[in-house]
Structures are given as C-alpha cells and as structure tokens.
C-alpha cells in the first residue's frame, strides 16, 4: 500500500527567510503524481504545487519549488522569501497514475515568525 | 465566485441521528471526492464519485453513503451517526478522474457527534 509520511509535524520560519518541508512515500508503482496542498486557517485546501515523477526537472511555482528524489523517494517543499500569509498546513499529496484515490500525508504544521 | 459550497459548515450530532452533509459544486466537474480530516492522520477518502450516476467506495467507506443524481451535487450520508464520525469532512472535486488532475475544495464541514 502506498503510504506518504511528513515527519515534521510543526515548523518555523522567519519572515523573508526560506524553510523545507520534508514529505517521503513509498509506492512499488513507477508512473505516479505528487502534491503539496496548502490548508490556511479558513480549512480550504489550495493545490501549491505538483510533480509528474516521469519529469526529471523539479516544478516550480513562483516562491516555491519542490526537490524530487524519485530514488529516494522523497519529495519536498522549499518556501522562499517566507510571507506571513504562507501561515498554514501543509499537505503532502500522492496517487498513482491510472488510479483514484490520492493518499495525503498527516501535514506539517508552518508557523511564520514576523 | 466559481467553486464548492459545502453546507453545513458546523454541526453538533446526538450519536444515532441522521445526517446528511451536502456539496454542491458550480465548475461542471465530473469527479467529485469526499474526505474526512482527522489530527495526526491527514485526509482519507470516504467515497468518490467519477461521474454522475456512479459511486465508489474509498477508503474509510463504512457508516456513510453517497449518491450522485447530478452533475453538481454530492451529497454525504450518515445514517446513524457515531461519536467516531467526529470529524472535518470535504467535498472536493476535479474536472474528471485522472491521476494529474488538481483537486479543489471546498470549505469543511466541521461535524461533532455526542
């Protein structure tokens, strides 16, 4: 079974300062998806960023960018220029291509330090 | 705005009541999700629905059930509610099913059986 597991339950950052989530997964599949979704206080959910694993380059999306270890199964999430709206849950995301269900990481917790 | 609305957004239960949790989304999406939000396990999906007119079973599927008559609408239901049932509950959706599709959320129903 596949399984995706945030180690930090809770972080900190300083305002301008950059910060790494950690996220690792296990999965015997070789074509899968993974996410990193973003839960601010309001509980919504907003997709922050994705990686295709048959991609070898790493995504980015303006502030934030991932490192993609397909080998070592890691993938995490690197904040740059921490904003205090960046405050929230993290969750990182995986589903195996051709399936339904996404299977979520149980969140890391981002404190920004004005 | 385009987007979820889950309504209600808190409710308080007496264990054994019925109770229907409702998700209407206005994007014409064809997938649409349910997920419950528990500390320390992230999200978990409860039933799944690819398109109208057909349901699945998630992960954690026993004690609710889901119909989809509709494109837009998704409705959740536990029919004899439980204290364990306490719990955040989601409605999500995306465009279709598929591994790489975004998920967007709506804004949780918070939900507290005694």
């Known amino acids: 079974a596949q399984t995706v597991t945030q180690s930090q339950p809770e972080m900190s950052v300083q305002e301008a300062e950059t910060v790494t989530l950690s996220c690792t997964y296990d999965?015997?599949?070789?074509?899968?998806?993974l996410f990193w979704y973003k839960q601010p206080p309001s509980r919504q959910m907003i997709l922050v960023i994705r990686q295709e694993a048959y991609k070898q380059q790493n995504a980015t999306e303006n502030r934030f960018s991932v490192n993609f270890q397909k080998a070592a199964k890691s993938f995490s999430l690197k904040i740059s220029d921490s904003q205090l709206g960046d405050a929230a849950m993290y969750f990182c995301a995986y589903i195996a291509g051709g399936y339904q269900k996404v299977t979520f990481g149980t969140g890391t917790k981002l404190q920004v330090i004005p | 705005i385009a987007g979820i609305t889950q309504a209600p957004t808190s409710q308080i239960l007496a264990a054994g009541r019925r109770m229907t949790l409702r998700c209407t989304q206005d994007m014409r999406h064809n997938a649409m999700y349910w997920y419950r939000q528990d500390l320390g396990l992230g999200l978990r999906l409860i039933h799944y629905s690819n398109t109208a007119g057909t349901t699945g079973k998630g992960e954690v599927p026993d004690g609710y059930s889901v119909s989809r008559a509709n494109t837009d609408d998704f409705p959740l239901t536990l029919a004899s509610a439980v204290p364990s049932q306490t719990s955040v509950y989601f409605c999500?959706?995306?465009?279709?099913?598929?591994?790489?599709?975004?998920?967007?959320f709506g804004s949780g129903t918070q939900l507290s059986v005694l």
């Open positions: 999500a959706s995306s465009r279709r099913a598929g591994a790489n599709e975004k998920l967007f």
């Open positions: 999965t015997s599949e070789s074509d899968y998806y």
